[in-house]
């Protein structure tokens, strides 16, 4: 027998004696004894009780129970990754704290191509792979891209790609998309950044640009005013060494952000110096 059908005969069993002390009342005994009457009193608050419920029959009342929380919780998600936000009325102060850190770490984004030859001797750039990532480095972005032209240098020392990273890969047109659609509003960091937006032909605000190459007390610092290149930036002011072998658009992306990181609140004074310095004339 099991557990369950014990504790129902015993519940029986209980309910019986109960019925039979209620009897005697009835009938006008008033020889019964407290302890008789404390059991009936117990034997009928138990009457009113719901039945056990099984274990697996809680838990689905527990999933249930919390189901709008979880729905809370991937309407979140979903919103973060869209880059939108439900109202936050329907939102918990903990989801709208993290809500706050997500857009703050994709206000600004960094974007590194590699590129392969096309044309005369494989002398054009073609874009064959793109990669964005956040403030604090995680991958927004990493696609190939398919070739609209027949490729005539793979650059495959440099650019890392290889005839089957972009033989299946995805259109040019969409890539180009998503990168617009993900750009849009961003602060956008990066090395050589004219050569990237060429590349995938797209145009970007110039305010909204924070290039590495570019920002004029850095290659002073670092090569006496000279455009310095990604791997010697990321050396002097992060101390590390990439760029060792074949490229990688995720590294060099990453790197160019770690370098706005370190000084973007000197680089943003200097922007905004250089701002006024032009409405006074």
Known sequence: MSSSEQRQKQFDLHRNKANTTRTSNNSGDKNVSPKSCKLQTSLEHLETQQ???????????????????????????????????????????????????????????SMDCEMVGVGHNGQEDMLARVSIVNSVGHVLMDKYVKPRQTVKDYRTSVSGIRPHDIENAEDFATVQDEVVKLLHGKILVGHALRNDLAVLNIKHPFEQIRDTSRYKPLCKLVSNGHTPSLKRLTMAVLGQEIQTGEHNSVEDARSAMGIYNRIAADWEKYLEKKQLQQQRF
């Open 51 to 109: 039945p056990n419920v099984h274990r697996r029959a809680a838990g689905s009342n527990w999933l249930a129970a919390t189901a709008s929380g979880s729905e809370n919780k991937v309407q979140v998600a979903k919103a973060t990754e869209e880059g939108s936000a439900p109202e936050s009325e329907h939102l918990t102060k903990s989801a709208r704290t993290r809500q706050r850190k997500m857009a703050q770490r994709n206000r600004y984004l």
